[in-house]
């Protein structure tokens, strides 16, 4: 098993920046892809990035590419998001999440609030 735990979530003024962080206990973290998604009040999850076991293959939907980047330390146990120029619409509630098979964890989450 797995546990994650997400923090750097905050408040910030639009077009400021943030670096989230998810810890990971255990020693199989690098076996797992990982990645981030966010939920925002009254609306459904949305997956904001995902990155490969090795950290060589990310991916991001429309809405935050060229804005966010997702990064990991294997030797430290983290993943990251670097989000950047963020915008009242990134409001929400940011949660890692690691996957392996049928396996999926994920933390408690972190708010970000995003002001205009």
């Known amino acids: 098993q797995v546990q994650l735990v997400e923090s750097g979530g905050g408040l910030v003024q639009a077009g400021g920046s943030l670096r989230l962080s998810c810890a990971a206990s255990?020693?199989?973290?690098?076996?797992?892809?990982g990645g981030w998604f966010r939920q925002a009040p009254g609306k459904e999850h949305e997956f904001v990035a995902t990155i490969t076991a090795s950290g060589g293959h990310t991916y991001y939907p429309d809405s935050v590419k060229g804005r966010f980047t997702i990064s990991r330390d294997n030797v430290k146990n983290t993943m990251y998001l670097q989000m950047n120029t963020l915008k009242a619409e990134d409001t929400a509630v940011y949660y890692c999440?690691?996957?392996?098979?049928?396996?999926?964890?994920w933390g408690q989450g972190t708010q970000v609030t995003v002001s205009s």
């Open positions: 255990g020693r199989t973290f690098s076996t797992y892809a």
């Open positions: 999440y690691v996957y392996r098979g049928g396996l999926k964890y």
